[in-house]
């Protein structure tokens, strides 16, 4: 049965860092593009970063760049956000998804695109 856990969320103050993980179980992790995306109270899900099935390809949303960094493990069956200088608009639910592209360098944040999902893990931002 296909699985992925994401641990790691927490309370945050403004300028922290923190380190989500995304444990994979049930499938062929490498062979999959996965990605993070997060949700705030009323607001739709958005795509925060995504990463290829051998972690040379990545994307990243606008209002995270130079401050989220995605990898994976594939040793592990694990991919990473690292996420730093956070601001209390990076409070939200954050979910990790994975899908198969045809093209293993494929990478994409649209949430349409992506087939299975975890369960989320809440991150939040305040002083």
């Known amino acids: 049965q296909l699985q992925l856990v994401e641990s790691g969320g927490g309370l945050v103050q403004p300028g922290g860092s923190l380190r989500l993980s995304c444990a994979a179980s049930?499938?062929?992790?490498?062979?999959?593009?996965c990605a993070w995306f997060r949700q705030a109270p009323g607001k739709e899900r958005e795509g925060v970063s995504s990463?290829?099935?051998?972690?040379?390809?990545?994307r990243y949303a606008d209002s995270v760049k130079g401050r989220f960094t995605i990898s994976r493990d594939n040793a592990k069956n694990t991919v990473y956000l690292q996420m730093s200088s956070l601001k209390p608009e990076d409070t939200a639910v954050y979910y990790c998804?994975?899908?198969?592209?045809?093209?293993?360098?494929?990478?994409?944040?649209?949430?349409?695109?992506?087939?299975?999902w975890g369960q989320g893990t809440q991150v939040t931002v305040s002083s």
């Open positions: 049930g499938f062929n992790f490498h062979y999959y593009t």
């Open positions: 990463i290829s099935t051998s972690g040379g390809s990545t």
């Open positions: 998804t994975c899908v198969i592209f045809a093209a293993g360098g494929y990478v994409s944040i649209l949430a349409h695109e992506y087939d299975y």
